[in-house]
């Protein structure tokens, strides 16, 4: 008995490390809003991604040289398929930054998750229970409230619509996360996917620039610093390695619970550094964004049913370098 009483104490301590660890990885997250919003001011938006991706995938690549041995030629194009989409995604959200607010912006990027079990129905053929049609209904309601302006949708923000574009690219990613994962090592994919991302990084800057698209712009300074080192290292390659970590001490639903809070830091982070304020109108559509996400996170059928974790928002799990 006594035994028994220590295990379960040890367990439910574990627990409540993994439940604080999964609220610092939704906090980090959260915060990126601001952070990338506030680094735009000193760098061009293709730049940023170039440089932020690049960093990261170098520093997986270090902690983990081991997974991306004997590379087999399909293994790398999903690594590339994945590192697209993630790609578009993030161009399409870091672009939308420049016109809309970090809150919007964390909300209309949350509805990714409200995207994948619709685009399952839709394109693989997945039945749908009617949760997840509550779910978008809560997320369609709550983001017409929360971008369109009382004065019509001719005045919708170009920002808001380039983010929800950026939703459906993480959706899609989320979806073929779960279908190569079941086929290929996540390690090997994390790296080969950032890694992926910060070449077409690379290609979007040039181009950009030879389009006319966007102008190159660097101009160096603390906030630029902070936004590269805290997407890039505290973000991705620690964020994502302690998720892992956690969610061996608890179920995929309660993470999912946990995950919400995501946006909810965006809105905190935003109001604290740059003075952000919500709307009454915005704040009425913002909950039911978050009502539809919960829901499809809950209810909505999994991305990836044989995958070993769930998948959230567009991010890979990986294991811990530690773990190697």
């Not at 959260?30 to 990261?56: C, D, E, M, P, Q």
């Not at 369609?140 to 920002?159: C, K, M, Q």
């Not at 090592?185 to 620039?209: D, N």
Request: net charge neutral; charged share 10%; proline share 3%.
């Amino acid at each position: 008995m006594h035994s028994t009483s220590g295990e379960n104490t040890t367990s439910a301590k574990q627990r409540m490390r993994a439940d604080a660890a999964l609220v610092v990885c939704s906090l980090l997250w959260g915060t990126t809003f601001v952070v990338v919003k506030n680094s735009l001011a000193h760098i061009s938006v293709f730049l940023f991604l170039a440089v932020r991706f690049t960093l990261a995938a170098a520093l997986m690549a270090a902690f983990r040289p081991r997974a991306l041995r004997g590379l087999q030629k399909d293994e790398l194009f999903a690594g590339v398929a994945l590192g697209f989409f993630m790609f578009c995604g993030y161009a399409f959200q870091t672009a939308g930054l420049l016109n809309t607010t970090p809150a919007k912006s964390g909300f209309v990027t949350g509805s990714s998750v409200v995207l994948v079990p619709l685009l399952l129905g839709i394109f693989w053929g997945k039945r749908l229970t009617a949760w997840v049609y509550v779910g978008a209904v809560a997320a369609a309601v709550g983001l017409y409230f929360l971008t369109v302006p009382v004065e019509g949708i001719a005045h919708l923000n170009r920002g808001d619509l380039l983010t929800f574009a950026a939703a459906t690219f993480y959706a899609m990613h989320i979806i073929l996360v779960g279908e190569y994962t079941r086929e290929h090592g996540a390690a090997a994919l994390s790296i080969l996917q950032v890694a992926a991302c910060a070449l077409l990084a690379w290609f979007g800057t040039a181009g950009a620039q030879v389009l006319g698209v966007e102008r190159m712009r660097l101009e160096f300074g603390w906030e630029l610093v902070l936004g590269i080192a805290v997407c890039a290292i505290f973000a991705t390659a620690v964020a994502f390695s302690v998720q892992l970590w956690a969610q061996q001490y608890t179920t995929s639903s309660h993470a999912a619970i946990i995950f919400t809070l995501e946006p909810v830091f965006a809105v905190i982070t935003s109001y604290l550094v740059i003075g952000e304020r919500l709307g009454a109108r915005s704040i009425f559509g913002a909950a039911f964004v978050l009502a539809g996400i919960l829901i499809a996170e809950m209810f909505g059928p999994p991305a990836a049913p044989e995958s070993p974790e769930p998948v959230f928002v567009g991010r890979i799990y990986f294991e811990p370098w530690w773990w190697q």
